[in-house]
């Protein structure tokens, strides 16, 4: 019989520079929406959002100063290194780890180009081993926090003494298109953050001899995958950079699919609803959050820790349901026998569910 890898540690690095909403939407709204007249909708979309402050890489007024593509990804790479290496460090110190002991690191992001990749330049500066596996990941999107804890764990259950990184960089701000008063361009302006986030998580074996106790185990996890819904979410790549594609239909999607999904996934588990202790979900938007809730039949306060992620930091795309995971870890830890399900939706259009148990 298999045995499931462990959740040893997680740790979120927020980006350094953190505005109030109101602040963001008038810089912001000076290089979308350089017509006034779209100013207002501006906004009422970026209140609409539910977000209260979020975090930047870059001062708000440097971003006036970003010419193009280039200069944004540019900063994109300086940035993510130092970022995704402070959540890395931090997810080891708190498991006891030292880097020389990382087996695999997998890295994800959507919001940004490098190659060498991300996990590459952490080596180094990090002190990785020189044999460390890697394997960066582009494209998941916001699904990426809950699809890469899935992979990991099924790495580790072949790799039983393993420790395995998981980290996720994602600095929406500098995909921001100028002069776009698009929709989507606007909800994307007011809605999405800037951090990284790192789990770390061990094989069976090594959990064991490091006498891990009180930790999450990733019992069981499934992909969905919704057909003829490539035009919901995601990017289109041009001269300018990452154009968003968000679709008004997303919160119809989870609300229609969803909840039957996660319904089947536990009767597969043994489990039902009322079984579940914890839900650790991607904050995608106050309406695709209202959708969730519906197709679950669940309250505010079961998605409390997300809800407070939404207005605190904004929507961090694959790093936020890990740093719901951190905080629900820190302020509701789980006990003996209890189960979580970890879920996020992303581009394609797709979901990932994850159960946790203690």
């Not at 007024?61 to 959540?87: C, K, M």
């Not at 708190?94 to 087996?103: E, F, I, M, N, T």
């Not at 914890?278 to 106050?286: A, D, N, V």
């Not at 309406?287 to 820790?305: H, I, N, P, S, Y």
């Amino acid at each position: 019989m298999t045995q499931p890898a462990s959740i040893a540690a997680v740790a979120c690095a927020l980006a350094p520079h953190r505005y109030d909403q109101t602040a963001i939407t008038a810089a912001f709204g000076e290089l979308v929406t350089p017509d006034r007249r779209d100013r207002v909708l501006l906004e009422r979309l970026h209140e609409a959002t539910g977000v209260a402050s979020r975090h930047l890489v870059l001062p708000l007024e440097d971003y006036a100063g970003i010419a193009d593509f280039g200069a944004a990804n540019g900063h994109f790479i300086d940035q993510a290194v130092g970022l995704g290496g402070s959540a890395v460090v931090a997810a080891l110190e708190r498991a006891g780890l030292q880097p020389s002991d990382v087996d695999l690191v997998m890295t994800t992001t959507v919001t940004g180009v490098a190659a060498p990749s991300i996990d590459a330049r952490l080596v180094d500066r990090l002190g990785l081993r020189h044999d460390v596996k890697r394997l960066p990941l582009f494209g998941l999107g916001c699904v990426a926090g809950a699809s890469g804890v899935a992979r990991v764990a099924d790495y580790l259950v072949g790799h039983p003494d393993d420790v395995a990184v998981l980290l996720s960089v994602e600095l929406c701000s500098l995909t921001v298109q100028r002069d776009d008063a698009s929709v989507a361009n606007l909800v994307a302006s007011g809605l999405f953050g800037d951090g990284a986030a790192a789990v770390v998580m061990v094989g069976a074996r090594r959990a064991a001899r490091m006498a891990l106790t009180g930790a999450p185990r990733v019992v069981a996890s499934r992909s969905r995958f919704f057909p003829d819904t490539e035009h919901v979410m995601g990017w289109d790549i041009g001269g300018s950079g990452f154009k968003v594609v968000l679709a008004p239909t997303v919160a119809e999607l989870v609300e229609a699919h969803v909840g039957d999904d996660v319904k089947a996934f536990l009767v597969d588990q043994g489990l039902d609803l009322p079984d579940v202790t914890h839900w650790i979900s991607h904050p995608g938007g106050p309406k695709v959050l209202v959708a969730l809730q519906r197709a679950l039949g669940l309250d505010d306060d079961a998605l409390a820790v997300t809800w407070d992620s939404l207005r605190n930091v904004g929507n961090l795309s694959s790093a936020s349901v890990l740093h719901v995971l951190e905080q629900t870890l820190r302020t509701h830890p789980g006990g003996s026998g209890e189960a979580a399900v970890m879920l996020a939706m992303g581009p394609g259009f797709c979901a990932e569910f994850v159960l946790l148990r203690w």
